[in-house]
């Protein structure tokens, strides 16, 4: 089940493509909440486009903090490569901060 902090739009899929989207949410959330405990809200934004047969899907994603929002988008015709890519960049981006944090307040020492 996904939290009150999450919010996704664009999400139109059959059962087992949300069933798997969902894992996928589920699983990277958990990552983030590890790394960051005091996040306001996660938006997910999926744009989907033909091409040919297959789907071209663009996912946006924002990570948002009362300081900080990070945004992150990728492009594939895989949904959930897509996904785990703009969650991915998302974590890079939530280290970098952290460390940025950590050397900011040594210099203060």
Same mark, same amino acid.
């Given at each position: 089940?996904?939290?009150?902090?999450?919010?996704?739009?664009?999400? $139109?899929?059959?059962?087992? !493509?949300? /069933?798997?989207?969902?894992?996928?949410?589920?699983?990277?959330?958990?990552?983030?909440?590890?790394?960051?405990? &005091?996040?306001? !809200?996660?938006?997910?934004?999926?744009?989907?486009?033909?091409?040919?047969?297959?789907?071209?899907? /663009?996912?946006?994603? /924002?990570? %948002?903090?009362? &300081?900080? %929002?990070?945004?992150?988008?990728?492009? &594939?015709?895989?949904?959930?490569?897509?996904?785990? $890519?703009?969650? $991915?960049?998302?974590?890079?981006?939530?280290?970098?901060?952290? !460390?940025?944090?950590?050397?900011?307040? !040594?210099?203060?020492?």
């Amino acid at each position: 089940m996904l939290d009150k902090k999450i919010s996704i739009s664009g999400f $139109e899929l059959d059962t087992s !493509e949300k /069933e798997k989207v969902n894992e996928v949410l589920e699983s990277y959330i958990k990552k983030i909440e590890s790394k960051a405990k &005091d996040y306001q !809200e996660i938006k997910i934004r999926l744009k989907k486009s033909a091409h040919g047969k297959a789907f071209l899907h /663009e996912v946006e994603g /924002e990570f %948002i903090t009362k &300081d900080k %929002i990070i945004t992150s988008k990728y492009t &594939d015709y895989n949904l959930l490569k897509a996904l785990a $890519e703009v969650f $991915e960049k998302m974590l890079v981006d939530i280290d970098r901060i952290k !460390e940025k944090s950590i050397e900011k307040n !040594e210099k203060k020492i």
